[in-house]
């Protein structure tokens, strides 16, 4: 109880110092919250409010979670095929109502340009956070130091870089790009000053405008 309502007003405390500072931005039906005291008067029912997290063992167990998680964590918020119309106004697009069973679960939706970005930002992560991130000790940023100070402890040499394989008759070399982090692949070696046989295929990029 006393977290939730610490929780409580901090959270609103921040609302209200960001909104004296400009640092908010309203559109289309949430435009008059611009303005301090339509602010407040919005924010004021939330302070009587009790706030707690309800949470409680999944019906299905902890499989079904991660299912649904997986879900979100390698998928943009949504995707191209589910956009039919898009003007300067709105945005019509398919949606499925998981409490209809049948054919009729499958509908549209037209929402205002506004609230379709706002609800599309949602699934945006802050800067700096990720949406699979590792912790303790194999954790990215101290992943290196810490496996070395390991070996050191446990007196084991660390292991010898594995040998360049071969993907469709091309070498694989062991160290990654450094700029996708990719694997390298060795399609021809020529002599300096010599120019190459091997020519690269074109890359034709084909953007949806429908």
């Not at 918020?77 to 956009?83: D, P």
Request: glycine content about 6%.
């Amino acid at each position: 109880m006393v977290l939730s309502k610490l929780f409580r007003r901090l959270m609103l405390e921040r609302l209200t110092a960001a909104h004296d500072k400009g640092l908010l931005n309203f559109h289309g039906a949430h435009a008059p919250l611009a303005d301090a005291k339509a602010f407040a008067a919005f924010l004021a029912p939330l302070k009587k409010t009790r706030w707690f997290v309800y949470a409680k063992r999944p019906f299905a167990g902890p499989k079904a979670v991660l299912a649904y998680l997986s879900r979100y964590t390698h998928r943009v918020a949504i995707s191209n095929r589910r956009l039919i119309v898009a003007d300067g106004g709105t945005v019509t697009f398919k949606v499925k109502d998981y409490r209809i069973e049948g054919a009729g679960r499958y509908t549209t939706m037209t929402l205002d340009t506004h609230e379709f970005i706002r609800r599309f930002l949602l699934h945006v992560l802050p800067k700096g956070f990720h949406r699979i991130r590792r912790y303790g000790l194999l954790a990215s940023g101290v992943k290196a130091a810490n496996l070395a100070r390991m070996r050191a402890l446990l007196d084991v040499a660390p292991p010898d870089p594995p040998e360049p394989e071969a993907v469709n008759g091309a070498d694989v070399l062991p160290i990654p790009c450094p700029c996708c982090g990719g694997r390298m692949l060795i399609i021809e070696r020529f002599e300096a000053g010599c120019q190459p046989r091997h020519r690269s295929t074109p890359v034709i990029i084909r953007i949806d405008t429908s």
